[in-house]
């Protein structure tokens, strides 16, 4: 698997993703319509828009120490991460993982893993000690996914941006 970062200058200035790369990450998106509609984050999950996925991105990437991640294997683009140096609530001093979303053709496969991997040791090498993350409530399946990989729960209180019912997770990454 080979992790780019999706260079914060390409949506900068209202310059826009060129358009194959922005028609991958729309279809990363729409590939998973039941994380869409737990969600909410999309008007209608069954037919997600280029234009929604550029302005969904650019919403990550206006916040201080976002970066996005792109997950490659074989060519193809098979997962997403966006990962905060700090979370936006001053409170929070410790870097989080804001999503993680792998295709739904490419589930089971390690992808996730290797990529949240990524994350984990990128913050890691700069000498954090733990790495925080939300999980939706009403999303078990993340929740155990999160879990198998040692994130603990800490808290439970909704989302700063949509107001959802998360549960916190903490990793030690010492």
Request: charge should be negative.
């Amino acid at each position: 698997m080979i992790v780019e970062a999706l260079v914060p200058k390409a949506l900068e200035d209202g310059a826009s993703l060129p358009g194959a790369l922005l028609t991958e990450i729309t279809a990363l998106y729409a590939s998973d319509e039941g994380f869409q509609q737990l969600s909410g984050e999309f008007p209608d999950p069954s037919d997600i828009l280029p234009e929604q996925v550029a302005t969904a991105l650019a919403d990550e990437l206006a916040r201080p120490t976002a970066e996005i991640l792109l997950a490659r294997s074989e060519g193809r683009l098979v997962a997403l991460a966006v990962i905060l140096g700090r979370h936006p609530d001053p409170a929070e001093t410790e870097p989080w993982l804001g999503l993680l979303m792998v295709h739904a053709d490419e589930r089971r496969a390690g992808h996730g893993r290797r990529l949240a991997a990524y994350a984990e040791d990128r913050f890691r090498a700069e000498g954090r000690t733990g790495l925080r993350l939300a999980v939706l409530e009403n999303n078990p399946k993340a929740l155990a996914f999160w879990t198998s990989l040692g994130y603990e729960e800490t808290d439970r209180r909704p989302d700063l941006t949509h107001g959802r019912p998360c549960v916190i997770m903490r990793k030690s990454l010492r």
